[in-house]
């Protein structure tokens, strides 16, 4: 691995470990597990996932695949693909990240690297999800994940962003990662890097129903968590650290009682926390053992 890859790999478990360590509510964290997977499955999946996600010169279906099959051989379930489709245009995209690191620049990167997607990149990431097989994939009328591709990644992305947030990346340029999200983190990393995580997870999940939710509940039981999220983003930056922690163990209670993962919401956090690391700096290797 270059010298390039090997700090890209560093951002991405950075990025990994930073939402882990962040109580998002229904969600998998170090807090309390959940959905019959540990905060450690997570860990291993960041560990194994991020050398082919970050393998110099890759096509991103080729990093998507590949992190997926390593992950898949070391946890055996779904822990991250959201998180990988969302990393590897990103991780792609650094390998030609120019001098200036404002948000703006990375973004245009990111733009070039999914306008230049094709159908090969589509046949590899299609087997990823396949081999995945997140929970609520249903079948589509027209480039469905389960045969041979015909158009791009970008183009068959295309076709489910209006029910899926992260597939929506694909056709708008990572707009949620670059905008909600990095507002959000911009206003709340002087509060640590955990709390900085939970705060742009909350604004994810108070911007718009959080689509693993709807796929596996419904758009109304999803509206009402999107609901619930909003008026906790209006309590929490006046509520003492202790009330705090303990009306977010309560709800994680809840959502996890009734098998409610915010999936979408956390994949697009840890998302937001690798691009920042990419447009900032990247993390000491002290921060990423």
């Known amino acids: 691995m270059t010298d ?3 700090r890209i790999a560093q951002a991405f478990v950075a990025a990994c470990r930073d939402e882990l360590q962040a109580l998002k509510p229904g969600n998998v964290h170090v807090f309390a597990d959940g959905h019959g997977m540990t905060a450690n499955d997570f860990v291993r999946s960041a560990a194994v996932a991020a050398g082919p996600l970050t ?3 890759a096509k991103v279906g080729a990093r998507i695949l590949g992190a ?3 992950t898949r051989a070391a946890v055996t379930t779904n822990t991250n693909l959201g998180i990988i489709l969302l990393c590897a245009p990103l991780a792609a995209a650094a390998e030609h990240q120019p001098s ?4 703006s620049a990375l973004r245009a990167t990111v733009a070039g ?3 230049a997607l094709d159908v090969e990149d589509a046949a590899l990431a299609f087997r990823a999800i396949t081999l995945a097989s997140p929970g609520g994939l249903g079948t589509a009328a027209r480039h469905d994940v389960r045969a041979p591709p015909t158009v791009s990644l970008r183009t068959a992305m295309a076709e489910a962003a209006e029910r899926d947030r992260i597939a929506r990346q694909y056709v708008s340029d990572f707009e949620d990662v670059f905008v909600t999200g990095a507002d959000a983190l911009a206003g709340a990393r002087r509060r640590g890097p955990a709390r900085a995580a939970m705060e742009v997870f909350l604004a994810f999940l108070a911007a718009f129903p959080d689509s693993h939710i ?3 509940h419904g758009a109304v039981k999803a509206e009402e968590v999107r609901h619930l999220a909003q008026n906790l983003c209006a309590w929490l930056l006046a509520a003492p650290p202790a009330q705090l922690m303990d009306r977010l163990l309560d709800w ?4 996890k009682r009734n098998n409610i993962n915010p999936g979408t919401s956390a994949d697009l956090t840890v998302a937001t926390l690798f691009a920042a690391y990419l447009q900032d700096g990247l993390p000491s290797r002290r921060n990423s053992d």
């Open 4 to 6: 390039v890859a090997e």
């Open 68 to 70: 997926v099959e390593a």
């Open 214 to 216: 709807v796929r596996k």
């Open 252 to 255: 994680d209670r809840q959502l």
């Open 55 to 57: 393998q110099p010169g």
């Open 113 to 115: 690297v999914l306008e």
């Open 100 to 103: 200036d690191r404002r948000p």
